[in-house]
T-cell receptor, first 118, second 115 residues
């Protein structure tokens, strides 16, 4: 079974440009999460989708970040315009819904996208 | 509220010696606790998990962790370090049992192995 995949693995852009990150969750996982780790600090929660709906977007830093999950499958995270402080590693994770009988919210992580804003 | 503190940002041990990575947690609920590992250029991989079953949890690659409620700790150990253990390790707490429960990461401990 394929794990969570993310594209691209690394992106280098200039300040003011736009970047779109993509995440493909494990097939059948309704829950999809975005996290980021900036400047070697803690990994921080950004937002949580349940299928195509945003369950919690309290971690989104500002309105330059837009996340979508069309059709409840893959998700994109767009940064527009990018700023220097957006540099970091963006992780995506997915999990099954608890109704599927899973007793805890184990999340499976992708390899991350390393974003460098110059 | 939930929080997790990893007490060491960097640990260095010699190959073949024991590993101890320390983690303390704070949780309003009976917590679910995890250790994840990230090798260079790889994704976060689950090492082991505690979900209110046995307090001594065994994970992959010879790692284990003991949940100690009285000390609010969940330290990660391994009897004998291997060069391939060099990576960054994250202690994680989830304060609930719904898919909306937030996962809280510690700041990470980078483990170096000396030959």
């Amino acid at each position: 079974e394929a794990g969570v995949t993310q594209f691209p693995s690394h992106s280098v852009i200039e300040k003011g440009q736009t970047v779109t990150l993509r995440c493909d969750p494990i097939s059948g996982h309704d829950n999809l999460y975005w996290y980021r780790r900036v400047m070697g600090k803690e990994i921080k929660f950004l937002l949580h989708f349940v299928k195509e709906s945003k369950q919690d977007e309290s971690g989104m830093p500002n309105n330059r970040f837009l996340a979508e999950r069309t059709g409840g499958t893959y998700s994109t995270l767009k940064v527009q315009p990018a700023e220097l402080e957006d540099s970091g590693v963006y992780f995506c994770a997915s999990s099954q819904d608890l109704l599927a009988g899973v007793g805890y919210n184990e999340q499976f992580f992708g390899p991350g996208t390393r974003l460098t804003v110059l | 509220a939930q929080s997790v503190t990893q007490l060491d940002s960097h640990v260095s041990v010699s190959e073949g010696t024991p590993v101890l990575l320390r983690c303390n947690y704070s949780s309003s609920y009976s917590p679910s606790l995890f250790w994840y590992v990230q090798h260079p250029n790889k994704g976060l991989q689950l090492l082991l998990k505690y979900t209110s079953a046995a307090t001594l949890v065994k994970g992959i690659n010879g790692f284990e962790a003991e949940f100690k409620k009285s000390e609010t700790s969940f330290h990660l150990t391994k009897p004998s370090a291997h060069m391939s253990d060099a990576a960054e390790y994250f202690c994680v707490v989830i304060g609930g049992y719904s898919s909306a429960s937030k996962i809280i990461f510690g700041s990470g401990t980078r483990l170096s192995i000396r030959p």
